[in-house]
């Protein structure tokens, strides 16, 4: 029977893995358009069933979630039907709004929730083709995912985070593997975290999902608790673990650290996903790659960076992207976002496998004197402090700080959260941060050398659970929520700040 599912997996892989993307994409459009002609989107903008590629770029800008927002959403929600879509809206999901400041609400069609089923589905069977049987698959999982239920808005409608959304309608023949906690939903995160490691520790887990900052806590709360010394000692038949959330290079380290050990590997398989959708995951069979996903009804477009916020920017399909080039990342999906800006950066490193890697947030820079310190040079410089200082950030924040503006000068201010306090001094982290952003960024080494405008970056240490607690008092499942680690504008820097000083 395994060698049988095995076999099945294998099929099923490589005709996901062979598809011919130009063609499914246009069907995957014309779909999208199909379904929603009817609405006052598709009237506005001319939308017919078997509009072209091109056509339909002409006729639908590119839009920020804000800008459909004030354009659409704003005097509709949260009846979209009609209005974005014309298919049933099933669910709002309601997104962290970390860099924007605005509490985000997408609409969730059933169409929406197939697409991230059948995604999970092909990394099931790629994982399987892997390992050559499913037994991980046939034990028990646990998804450290918000627990927060579900809230009726009227309508037939129920808001709540994506995770939640997901959890409520997984088909019941795979919820009955699932480990559910005896906890409040409204406890805080830790408390809830416990109560999961509490109900997985009398359980076969074959799976485990999470944000990876989240499963890394939950190893080390498991360890504690069971009196274990690994994983692998605590759940012998562990193999399977999913995580997301951020960049695996943030967390690589720490997260192959955790889950090694014992005669059976475990298959570490990244996601990148977002309320939009799932959109690439992990390739046990390209050692874990993540691969843009082409079976979950969404239709992408990728825009050069250098091209971003021009007049006519190019507008790539998936067919026609190249390997080692930035993109902004633009879907389109069933659900009623059109040639929607997700707001990620991510760079194909093989154009024809599609794996591709996501580089930060389109906000996280830091441009103070147009230096452009982005996330992947924050998270190189922390790297950095983890080689020579020994220490791994459980969390941490870059925001900017300009002087007043008779002082033209500057500086970086950083809050990191250690996971082990006070092992260091503000100092050494703040001189090792300030070397690995000269060695990665040449214009901000040109604007630290004397008489320069920028000053060594401020750095804060802060307690562990910091931001914990600052996750746990912001809008959104504490599980689904993750800290930006750069951010432009100030904000989250000044309310980190202003946290820290109560």
Known sequence: ????????????????????????????????????????????????????????????????????????????APHYEGVVTGREVRFLTTSSGTTSGLLKEFPVTWEGIRGSRN????????????????????????????????????????????????????????????????????????????????????ADLGMLTGMTHWLLEFVERAKVRSGKASMREIWPNLQVVCHGGVPYSVYREPLEAAFQGGETPFILAESYGASEGVLALGDPMLGGALRLCSQNDIFYEFVPISELGTQNP??????????????????????????????????????????????????????????????????????????????????YHLGPEQYPNDVPRGRYIAVIELEESGRSDAASVARVLDEGLCHINKMYRRLREDGGPLDQPLVHLVDKGFFDTWLDERPGGSFQRKVPRVDGSQRVVQELLAMRQR
């Not at 062979?18 to 929603?36: D, F, G, H, N």
């Not at 995912?145 to 795979?174: C, F, H, K, N, Y």
């Open 314 to 395: 190019t507008r790539l399909g998936v067919h026609e992207v190249r390997a080692d080039e930035p993109y902004a990342v633009v879907v389109t999906t069933p659900s009623g976002l059109w040639s929607h800006l997700v707001g990620d950066m991510v760079v194909f490193l093989d154009a024809e496998l599609k794996t591709l890697e996501v580089r930060g947030r389109l906000s996280g820079s830091l441009e103070l004197w147009n230096e452009h310190t982005t996330e992947t040079d924050v998270d190189s410089a922390f790297e950095r402090i983890r080689r020579e200082l020994g220490l791994e950030a459980r969390f």
């Open 119 to 202: 995604a999970a589905a092909h990394q099931a069977f790629a994982t399987i083709t892997k390992l050559g049987h499913m037994r991980p698959f046939q034990r028990a999982y646990l998804s450290i995912a918000d627990l927060t239920p579900l809230q009726d808005v009227g309508g037939g409608l129920m808001r709540g985070a994506i995770t939640r959304i997901l959890s409520e309608t997984t088909p019941a023949i795979v919820k009955r593997r699932a480990v559910v906690p005896e906890c409040i939903a409204e406890s805080g995160a830790s408390d809830v975290l416990d109560a999961m490691i509490e109900a997985a520790l009398g």
């Open 1 to 76: 029977m395994q060698g049988l599912v095995a076999r099945y997996a294998r099929w099923r892989y490589e005709r996901e893995r062979s598809v011919e993307w130009q063609r499914s994409q246009l069907k995957t459009l014309q779909r999208c358009i199909a379904a929603s002609q009817s609405t006052t989107f598709a009237k506005d903008h001319g939308l017919t069933p078997k509009l072209a590629v091109t056509a339909y770029q002409e006729q639908v800008p590119l839009r920020t979630y804000e800008e459909l927002y004030d354009a659409y959403t704003r005097e509709a």
